[in-house]
């Protein structure tokens, strides 16, 4: 996604189509020499190589998708999850499971903007599989603890359908599993939209594929052995013990980690926080000890460091499967709201919904839960979720896809103006993930608009599409990415890029931020239409003048101006100077190069990043 080159000025012009100018930002390493003042300059690194141009430039090419695998089975007495849906249990046969994954992956490989969704489920018991996991495919186990289920084979994602680079490798994930590699260790090479959750992993863990990948999740792990970051330029690792890590490009973060290494930042560039102040896990599906179907939906917990299971019954409230709506995507929008309305949960079984009015969920405690990233696409300029002012809602595993008429929230928490305490209770986002174009051409105003109070969002990636099909300055259009104007609200995870105007907009008090990652707009035209007043450029990430109370730790913005690198953005980051509005660990990267300016990484401090000074780091703010 994001570093320089030292390739000539022909070879350093992003392709204007597509993955091709995602794929450019990939010829340059993570390697920095420190200067003075915070700022260091980008030093290429081995990697930068016309080899490595070479395999970028391949990604654009992926296979031609397969048939598909045969349609899922479910026996009677076992819930209809769907035909994507797959459970496998101990008596089913190695060939079979192995068979139907490969099925999966073959079709799901390539399928970037494809339409297929699909959900791998293991009962407890024992897996001699190998399991790739492509585009739109959740892997999990259905144990209460991650032992449950275990693979001794491999579970892994690769780079092989896009010349070893993992910069378009978004929307899957794993989790509630047992890996033990054959090989001794996994690969999960990926970025922005995917998961590693709840994974008990005996042995190394590898987070590249040879080429260039951009950053992704770990929450709630055990892994053994060591975990190498590799060519990721960063990542964020959340609630989990490691044996060891290696590896640092431009942003490290770890919040409740185990054996992560200490804080060093800017070099190397490890952001380490202790303890997790607040946080809800993800509920996860699984089957009891007497073959019922149930929802586990975690505790609150607080002041955490490590698992939320490891040597320890978890924590949280079992919900039976029948208290659950099994929601199909012929559905409509009326069917599912009336499910809501009648006191039910939802599960969304893997499919593309298409809604004319939002899903309303109303009641305290209402779980929305979706499998194989089931999608969301409001077609009538509506929200796709608008949830209450209540306590403890939880929303997790879904992919949000902005329809063609403007829609004001993708997501709305709390209607305008709310102002009720959820600290005992709050409601959590989980692997919710928003889409504006690149499916097709899609537009909305914000992605997330946070109203309510005490919210928790645990891995967000809120995109206005940079490939694909519907995408351009006028085409695909944002303002911005999440808007925050409750209390309270913490944030792990952040993701978010090429929103049009200010990027995320915090105007809540006592926010918190643990790792964000951002790249500007790569498409403004010129600076005239991108100018908020007499401000070059929006920010990436402003607190209001009025905010008291805010921190955020580890933060990153990119800039490549693709279509007029004399534009400048004057600041990444704002927010008013005050002792308890807190900043720790910013970088600023100006791409390919040098094509385009951030004058200053925070207000008027740090910077630049421009074609001389690529890279600018600023250890902390206000200093």
Request: aromatic residues 8%; contains cysteine; hydrophobic residues 35%.
């Amino acid at each position: 996604m994001s570093t320089v080159s030292d390739h000539s000025p022909s070879e350093q012009q992003p392709h204007p189509g597509g993955v091709g100018r995602r794929t450019f930002l990939t010829l340059a390493g993570g390697a920095v020499a420190t200067g003075a003042a915070g700022v260091a300059a980008a030093t290429p690194a081995a990697a930068g190589t016309p080899e490595v141009a070479e395999q970028a430039g391949a990604q654009g090419a992926a296979p031609a998708a397969a048939s598909g695998p045969p349609p899922a089975q479910h026996p009677d007495g076992e819930p209809d999850f769907g035909p994507n849906v797959y459970v496998f249990d101990g008596s089913t046969p190695a060939s079979t499971i192995q068979s139907v994954a490969d099925a999966v992956y073959a079709q799901q490989a390539g399928a970037e903007f494809g339409t297929g969704r699909y959900a791998l489920l293991f009962k407890p018991g024992g897996y001699d599989v190998d399991l790739n996991i492509g585009y739109y495919t959740q892997a999990a186990g259905l144990g209460l603890q991650p032992s449950g289920a275990s693979i001794t084979n491999a579970v892994h994602t690769d780079a092989d359908a896009h010349g070893h680079g993992a910069l378009t490798n978004f929307w899957r994930g794993v989790e509630n599993l047992n890996i033990v590699p054959r090989s001794g260790s996994t690969r999960w090479a990926v970025s922005q939209a995917t998961f590693f959750r709840r994974v008990y992993l005996l042995g190394d863990m590898r987070l590249d594929d040879g080429g260039y990948s951009s950053g992704g999740f770990i929450a709630d792990c055990k892994i053994t052995g060591q975990v190498n970051s590799g060519t990721q330029q960063q990542w964020l690792t959340r609630n989990s013990m490691l044996g060891q890590w290696t590896g640092s490009n431009w942003n490290m973060v770890f919040v409740g980690v185990g054996n992560a290494p200490a804080t060093s930042f800017p070099s190397p560039t490890f952001t380490s926080v202790a303890r997790t102040p607040v946080v809800r896990e993800k509920p996860f599906l699984y089957v009891d000890g007497d073959g019922a179907y149930q929802v586990f939906v975690p505790a609150v917990r607080k002041d955490t460091h490590g698992t939320s299971w490891e040597g320890r019954r978890p924590e949280g409230t079992s919900v039976p499967i029948g208290r659950f709506h099994l929601a199909k995507p012929a559905e409509s929008a009326a069917d599912l709201n009336a499910a809501l309305a009648g006191g039910k949960h939802l599960l969304l079984t893997p499919g593309i919904y298409h809604l004319d009015e939002p899903l309303r969920i109303t009641r305290a405690g209402t779980v929305v839960l979706g499998l194989g990233l089931a999608t969301l696409v409001p077609d009538q300029g509506t929200a796709a979720l608008d949830v209450a002012d209540v306590d403890g809602v939880a929303i997790a595993g879904l992919l949000v896809d902005a329809g063609p008429q403007v829609s004001d929230a993708l997501v709305r928490i709390g209607p305008d103006g709310a102002r009720r305490r959820h600290d005992r209770d709050p409601t959590s986002l989980h692997d919710v993930f928003v889409r504006i174009g690149g499916a097709g051409a899609g537009r909305a105003k914000v992605s997330i608009l946070v109203n309510s109070s005490d919210v928790i969002i645990d891995n967000t990636w809120l995109w206005r599409a940079d490939h694909g099909k519907g995408v351009g300055w006028t085409v695909n259009t944002s303002e911005n990415g999440l808007v925050v104007d409750g209390d309270d609200v913490t944030v792990y995870g952040l993701f978010v890029e090429h929103h049009q105007k200010t990027q995320v907009q915090w105007n809540g008090e006592r926010g918190r931020t643990y790792f964000f990652q951002n790249e500007m707009p790569y498409d403004p035209p010129n600076q005239a239409a991108w100018q908020d007043g007499a401000t070059r450029g929006y920010r990436s990430y402003q607190v209001a003048p009025h905010v008291r109370e805010h921190e955020a730790w580890g933060l990153g913005s990119y800039c490549i101006f693709a279509e007029d690198p004399t534009i400048v953005n004057d600041r990444a980051f704002a927010a008013p100077r005050r002792s308890e509005v807190r900043f720790h660990s910013m970088i600023t990267f100006s791409l390919g190069g040098g094509q385009g300016t951030i004058a200053h990484v925070i207000n008027t401090s740090g910077g630049p990043s421009d074609a001389t000074t690529n890279l600018a780091l600023l250890t902390s703010y206000p200093h």
